[in-house]
T-cell receptor, first 116, second 112 residues
Framework: EAGVTQFPSHSVIEKGQTVTLRCDPI?????LYWYRRVMGKEIKFLLH????????ESGMPNNRFLAERTGGTYSTLKVQPAELEDSGVYFC??????????????FGEGSRLTVL | DAKTTQPTSMDCAEGRAANLPCNHS???????VYWYRQIHSQGPQYIIH???NNETNEMASLIITEDRKSSTLILPHATLRDTAVYYC?????????????FGSGTQLTVLP
């Protein structure tokens, strides 16, 4: 069974440019989450989708970040325009919906974003 | 305020048991203890969780003290591939994803 996959694994962009990160959750997982670790900091929650709906986006840092999950399958996280402080690793995770949120998440390998 | 306290780093000899402690003295009755780990350059990996009773799975054992104020993750026969940062997380049953806070964790280094 395929795990959570993320693309690209590494992206290097100039300040002010746009980057779109993609996450494909495990098949059948209705819950999809985005987390990130910016340099030297801890892993922080960004947002949570249940199917195509945003359940919680309280962790999104500002309106330069836009997450979508059209059709309830894969998700994209767009950063526009990117700033230097956005550099870090963006993790996607998924879990099944049944039984509600249990804290047992399956994470992808992460997408490393470097803003120059 | 941090809900958990873990040592910054630990070493363990390959083949020996690795015992990773975690203090969570303010844990409430319906909060679970979760353990994740992050091997370098990979995403976090769920290991185990528990509420009151000790738990064991194919990866590890979780020992929770009777007062629930601390716990220990045990990797019974550590291998070099177990070198990682281990996170102890206190999480409210039925809570939300934003409550899964990873903290600084313990860097476990398994030595050959």
């Amino acid at each position: 069974e395929a795990g959570v996959t993320q693309f690209p694994s590494h992206s290097v962009i100039e300040k002010g440019q746009t980057v779109t990160l993609r996450c494909d959750p495990i098949s059948g997982h209705d819950n999809l989450y985005w987390y990130r670790r910016v340099m030297g900091k801890e892993i922080k929650f960004l947002l949570h989708f249940v199917k195509e709906s945003k359940q919680d986006e309280s962790g999104m840092p500002n309106n330069r970040f836009l997450a979508e999950r059209t059709g309830g399958t894969y998700s994209t996280l767009k950063v526009q325009p990117a700033e230097l402080e956005d550099s870090g690793v963006y993790f996607c995770a998924s879990s099944q919906l049944a039984g509600g949120f249990t804290g047992e998440l399956f994470f992808g390998e992460g997408s490393r974003l470097t803003v120059l | 305020d941090a809900k958990t306290t873990q040592p910054t780093s630990m070493d363990c000899a390959e083949g020996r048991a690795a015992n990773l402690p975690c203090n969570h003295s303010t844990i409430s009755g319906n909060e679970y203890v979760y353990w994740y780990r992050q091997i370098h350059s990979q995403g976090p990996q769920y290991i185990i969780h528990g509420l009151k009773n000790n738990e064991t799975n194919e990866m590890a054992s979780l020992i929770i003290t009777e007062d629930r104020k601390s716990s220990t993750l045990i990797l019974p026969h550590a291998t070099l591939r177990d070198t990682a940062v281990y996170y102890c997380i206190v999480f409210l049953a039925g809570g939300s994803a934003r409550q899964l806070t990873f903290g600084s964790g313990t860097q476990l280094t398994v030595l050959p």
